[in-house]
């Protein structure tokens, strides 16, 4: 008790020595009063802090002006991924291979319905509800071999648009390159190398890239070989042509969508996917696209993040080769969805790209072999759990995001294109060179040579229905960073809690450090204390069993005293 005492007394924390001073009972007792109330608004402090330092607030500022913009990669995909004009002038041999796949699932779909007890109305809403799987069926390489759009007929224009010196527009050729997807088949891709890049950021914000492309849906006005492929019957029981299948598995209703072209915006090397910046661009329109970009840079260390990502793949569905890409999120929530839907009933998901490291399993949607998608008809418990991959993959990839990314965005702004003056010098000057070389080479161009021999009226109307325009160019070319970080951190924490214990109780790390060494002081003499006690109690148990033993060796006294009487009585 003198310890703390004389610890009381000698410590660096206020208040302390005055409660055990020699001073009046009441003085003493009033400035107890205060150092409680002091430890309670310091221990109130402490929790606001720590919780304060558990919610991990987020705070952002903007560096404006501060990077130089850089081209996306940009991708332009079919809503309608199958070609009007090749579906309808399609050869004799290939029109019966693909009929010849759609008949084999659709044997494999009624005779696994039926054997799972789907019957009259039952069976033919179950039929016409998986008609989706029927494409998915047929061979990729068919697909796109036979009814997908082709870059020859699909490229009128392809160009870097950029000023000269002298402040006038110039132009020069960009190759699309073919990027194959699984779900828009044929897709077209422009990448700007470093000098182009560094070209548009010298030359303004009116550079960048202009194409004019044909979207080739149906036309009543394009001849048909007369080899035709069966029709789909949707969800809605309504008869779809081939022209208008749909691979993407949220259209089992049936595709409800105009021609067009769905634009991709991503980071250099980044796979387009939904998660990057995209929209859709209609025909008989030139449209400008004002590209703005953003990075954002999470702070390295507060927030669970990648700085140093790898290179990734996927799977080129055409010939399944490997797709190298960067990292992005969309490749984790791809990996993460196909691996548990792989672990789940040992099936790919239609939906989306396939990561490279996942290859080799079938998809669920393909009906030719087993298994395939009627698994989740005979075991209705697989259903719940499939629709909680989706969610457990986007939380898996949260941790898994990248601290720097490029962020994309578009304004758009439209016309209508070509006017009725220009319709015919643009068929003369852009489209027919084209149309000749691909005769030169021998390539079938049906959609084209409608457009180069046709009379006015069915030219016009179907360049308004199946061409478009499209510039893209930068919003500006010096472009914001946004920087976040976590807005309390245990640095922050540290700093408040050794103020408010300073403020409180006037205390500080020495006064801790008191602190300690009293407990070590307490602690060191209840130990000696305790050793000491032993000790006394030891030698105690010793004298005690010394007594004992001596007394045990002694005649007893009584014996003694009675023999004595004994004898004095016996003498005569």
Same mark, same amino acid.
């Given at each position: 008790?003198?310890?703390?005492?004389?610890?009381? %007394?000698?410590?660096?924390?206020?208040?302390?020595?005055?409660? @055990?001073?020699?001073?009046?009972?009441?003085?003493?007792?009033?400035?107890?009063?205060?150092?409680?109330?002091?430890?309670?608004?310091?221990?109130?402090?402490?929790?606001?802090? @720590?919780?304060?330092?558990?919610?991990?607030?987020?705070?952002?500022?903007?560096?404006?002006?501060?990077?130089?913009?850089?081209?996306?990669?940009?991708?332009?995909?079919?809503?309608?991924?199958?070609?009007?004009?090749?579906?309808? %002038?399609? +050869?004799?041999?290939?029109?019966?291979?693909?009929?010849?796949?759609?008949? +084999?699932?659709?044997?494999?779909?009624?005779?696994?319905?039926?054997?799972?007890?789907?019957?009259?109305?039952?069976?033919?809403?179950?039929?016409?509800?998986?008609?989706?799987?029927?494409?998915?069926?047929?061979?990729?390489?068919?697909?796109?071999?036979?009814?997908?759009?082709?870059?020859?007929?699909?490229?009128?224009?392809?160009?870097?648009?950029?000023?000269? +010196?002298?402040?006038?527009?110039?132009?020069?050729?960009?190759?699309?390159?073919?990027?194959?997807?699984?779900?828009?088949?044929?897709?077209?891709?422009?990448?700007?190398?470093?000098?182009?890049?560094?070209? #548009?950021?010298?030359?303004?914000?009116?550079?960048?890239? @202009?194409? %004019?492309?044909?979207?080739?849906?149906?036309?009543?006005?394009?001849?048909? !070989?007369?080899?035709?492929?069966?029709?789909?019957?949707?969800?809605?029981?309504?008869?779809?042509?081939?022209?208008?299948?749909?691979?993407?598995?949220?259209?089992?209703?049936?595709?409800?969508?105009?021609?067009?072209?769905?634009?991709?915006?991503?980071?250099?090397?980044?796979?387009?996917?939904?998660?990057?910046?995209?929209?859709?661009?209609?025909?008989?329109?030139?449209?400008?696209?004002?590209?703005?970009?953003?990075?954002?840079? $999470?702070?390295?260390?507060?927030?669970?993040?990648?700085?140093?990502?790898?290179?990734?793949?996927?799977?080129?569905?055409?010939?399944?080769?490997?797709?190298?890409?960067?990292?992005?999120?969309?490749?984790?929530?791809?990996?993460?969805?196909?691996?548990?839907?792989?672990?789940?009933?040992?099936?790919?998901?239609?939906?989306?790209?396939?990561?490279?490291?996942?290859?080799?399993?079938?998809?669920?949607?393909?009906?030719?072999? +087993?298994?395939?998608?009627? *698994?989740?008809?005979?075991?209705?418990?697989?259903?719940?759990?499939?629709?909680?991959?989706?969610?457990?993959?986007?939380? %898996?990839?949260?941790?898994?995001?990248?601290?720097?990314?490029?962020? $994309?965005?578009?304004?758009?702004? !439209?016309?209508?294109?070509?006017?009725? !003056?220009?319709?015919?010098?643009?068929?003369?000057?852009?489209?027919?060179?084209?149309?000749?070389?691909?005769?030169?080479?021998?390539?079938?161009?049906?959609?084209?040579?409608?457009?180069?021999?046709?009379?006015?009226? #069915?030219?016009?109307?179907?360049?308004?229905?199946?061409?478009?325009?499209?510039?893209?160019?930068?919003?500006?070319?010096?472009?914001?960073?946004?920087?976040?970080?976590?807005?309390?951190?245990?640095?922050?924490?540290?700093?408040?809690?050794?103020?408010?214990?300073? #403020?409180?109780?006037?205390?500080?790390?020495?006064?801790?450090?008191?602190?300690?060494?009293?407990?070590?002081? #307490?602690?060191?003499?209840?130990?000696?204390?305790?050793?000491?006690?032993?000790?006394?109690?030891?030698?105690?148990?010793?004298?005690?069993?010394?007594? @004992?033993?001596?007394?045990?060796?002694?005649?007893?006294?009584?014996?003694?005293? !009675?023999?004595?009487?004994?004898?004095?009585?016996? *003498?005569?």
């Amino acid at each position: 008790m003198l310890q703390i005492v004389d610890a009381m %007394t000698s410590t660096t924390a206020h208040g302390l020595p005055r409660i @055990v001073s020699g001073k009046p009972l009441t003085v003493r007792l009033a400035w107890l009063s205060v150092l409680l109330l002091m430890t309670g608004l310091f221990f109130k402090g402490f929790y606001d802090f @720590v919780v304060k330092l558990q919610t991990r607030q987020v705070t952002s500022s903007v560096d404006g002006n501060s990077l130089n913009f850089q081209f996306p990669d940009v991708y332009a995909c079919y809503e309608n991924p199958i070609s009007g004009s090749y579906s309808a %002038t399609l +050869d004799e041999a290939s029109a019966a291979a693909i009929n010849a796949q759609l008949n +084999d699932s659709q044997v494999v779909m009624r005779r696994e319905l039926s054997m799972l007890g789907y019957v009259g109305n039952a069976f033919m809403g179950a039929e016409m509800l998986f008609s989706l799987a029927h494409p998915q069926s047929i061979s990729y390489r068919i697909l796109i071999d036979a009814l997908a759009h082709r870059n020859e007929q699909n490229i009128i224009t392809s160009d870097v648009a950029y000023n000269t +010196d002298y402040g006038m527009p110039e132009y020069a050729p960009l190759e699309a390159q073919i990027f194959y997807h699984p779900m828009y088949l044929r897709c077209l891709k422009w990448t700007l190398n470093s000098t182009w890049q560094q070209k #548009i950021v010298q030359t303004g914000s009116s550079s960048g890239i @202009v194409v %004019t492309l044909v979207t080739d849906s149906a036309f009543q006005g394009l001849a048909s !070989s007369g080899h035709s492929i069966q029709k789909m019957v949707y969800a809605r029981r309504t008869p779809i042509p081939v022209s208008d299948w749909s691979l993407n598995v949220a259209d089992y209703n049936g595709p409800d969508r105009q021609a067009g072209v769905k634009v991709f915006l991503t980071p250099p090397g980044e796979y387009p996917s939904d998660f990057v910046s995209s929209f859709s661009l209609g025909p008989g329109k030139s449209h400008t696209v004002e590209i703005d970009m953003t990075q954002q840079v $999470y702070k390295a260390g507060q927030f669970d993040c990648l700085s140093d990502p790898p290179d990734v793949q996927f799977v080129n569905p055409y010939d399944e080769t490997p797709y190298k890409h960067s990292y992005s999120y969309s490749y984790c929530f791809y990996y993460e969805f196909h691996r548990q839907m792989q672990q789940l009933v040992n099936l790919s998901s239609d939906a989306g790209p396939l990561p490279w490291p996942l290859r080799g399993k079938k998809f669920a949607l393909n009906l030719t072999g +087993d298994p395939n998608f009627l *698994v989740f008809f005979s075991d209705p418990s697989l259903e719940p759990l499939t629709s909680q991959i989706d969610v457990k993959s986007k939380e %898996t990839c949260k941790a898994k995001r990248l601290c720097s990314t490029l962020q $994309y965005s578009a304004t758009i702004s !439209s016309s209508d294109w070509p006017t009725q !003056s220009s319709m015919m010098p643009f068929v003369s000057s852009s489209i027919k060179p084209v149309w000749m070389k691909a005769k030169s080479k021998n390539l079938s161009v049906p959609a084209l040579d409608l457009v180069v021999n046709g009379n006015e009226s #069915i030219v016009s109307s179907y360049i308004r229905s199946n061409m478009l325009k499209v510039h893209f160019k930068p919003h500006r070319v010096l472009c914001d960073r946004m920087n976040f970080s976590i807005d309390y951190g245990l640095q922050d924490f540290i700093s408040d809690v050794g103020g408010i214990m300073g #403020i409180y109780l006037g205390m500080s790390l020495l006064t801790l450090c008191e602190l300690f060494e009293l407990i070590f002081d #307490i602690a060191l003499f209840g130990r000696k204390k305790a050793r000491a006690s032993s000790s006394k109690q030891a030698s105690v148990s010793t004298i005690q069993q010394f007594k @004992v033993s001596e007394e045990s060796h002694l005649p007893p006294k009584e014996s003694t005293k !009675s023999l004595s009487i004994s004898s004095i009585s016996s *003498v005569p």
